[in-house]
T-cell receptor, first 113, second 111 residues
Framework: EAQVTQNPRYLITVTGKKLTVTCSQN?????MSWYRQDPGLGLRQIYYSMNVEVTDKGDVPEGYKVSRKEKRNFPLILESPSPNQTSLYFC????????????FGEGSRLTVL | KQEVTQIPAALSVPEGENLVLNCSFT??????LQWFRQDPGKGLTSLLL?????REQTSGRLNASLDKSSGRSTLYIAASQPGDSATYLC??????????FGAGTRLFVKA
């Protein structure tokens, strides 16, 4: 089954404690992206990757890091989480941006105390 | 800067009604437009993808149209059911690996 898998689905952590949210897709997609969704602000792009070892900032990259060492994986790293990073996070992938359908993971709800 | 607007923000209809959700975008230079469904606290499920060269796409009771020149798309849901209750989002791909999302329309279908 074609899917985008995120882990963990739910996480409560404290300020400053580094964490990683993993994302993996099994569709051999070149393009992957991270979004955060907040009430009243909609979905905002954090980082994206066009292929292995190629990443770039989205609209709200501050406080986040990413890496793309393998085609299927695109982890999101919060080096020193803060309460304003409490949000619902989504990973997405696509075969090609200009014609490809965007597939989303189930989401990871993160709470930073 | 591309902006995507969805109207109405919320909609409540009785079961069986046909309904239309609207999506408008400010820049007609898009590659594709996608409609999604999101259930509370869940991920986004792709419903329909319309390429810039297409006018409409259909899947079951859903029909989406695209008018690039006027910057509009509509999602038509026929014979609505309580299971259709969800938030519906439209998103446009503008190139540069950027997809811009609307804020969504929250739909409630009453049994």
């Amino acid at each position: 089954e074609a899917q985008v898998t995120q882990n963990p689905r739910y996480l409560i952590t404290v300020t400053g404690k580094k964490l990683t949210v993993t994302c993996s897709q099994n569709m051999n997609h070149e393009y992957m992206s991270w979004y955060r969704q907040d009430p009243g602000l909609g979905l905002r792009q954090i980082y994206y990757s066009m292929n292995v070892e190629v990443t770039d900032k989205g609209d709200v990259p501050e406080g986040y890091k990413v890496s793309r060492k393998e085609k299927r994986n695109f982890p999101l790293i919060l080096e020193s989480p803060s309460p304003n990073q409490t949000s619902l996070y989504f990973c997405a992938s696509s075969s090609r941006g200009d014609t490809g359908e965007l597939f989303f993971g189930e989401g990871s709800r993160l709470t930073v105390l | 800067k591309q902006e995507v607007t969805q109207i109405p923000a919320a909609l409540s209809v009785p079961e069986g009604e046909n309904l239309v959700l609207n999506c408008s975008f400010t820049d007609s230079a898009i590659y594709n437009l996608q409609w999604f469904r999101q259930d509370p606290g869940k991920g986004l499920t792709s419903l329909l993808l319309i390429q810039s060269s297409q006018r409409e796409q259909t899947s079951g009771r859903l029909n989406a149209s695209l008018d690039k020149s006027s910057g509009r798309s509509t999602l038509y849901i026929a014979a609505s059911q309580p299971g259709d209750s969800a938030t519906y989002l439209c998103a446009v791909y503008t190139g540069g690996f950027k997809t811009i999302f609307g804020a969504g329309t929250r739909l409630f279908v009453k049994a």
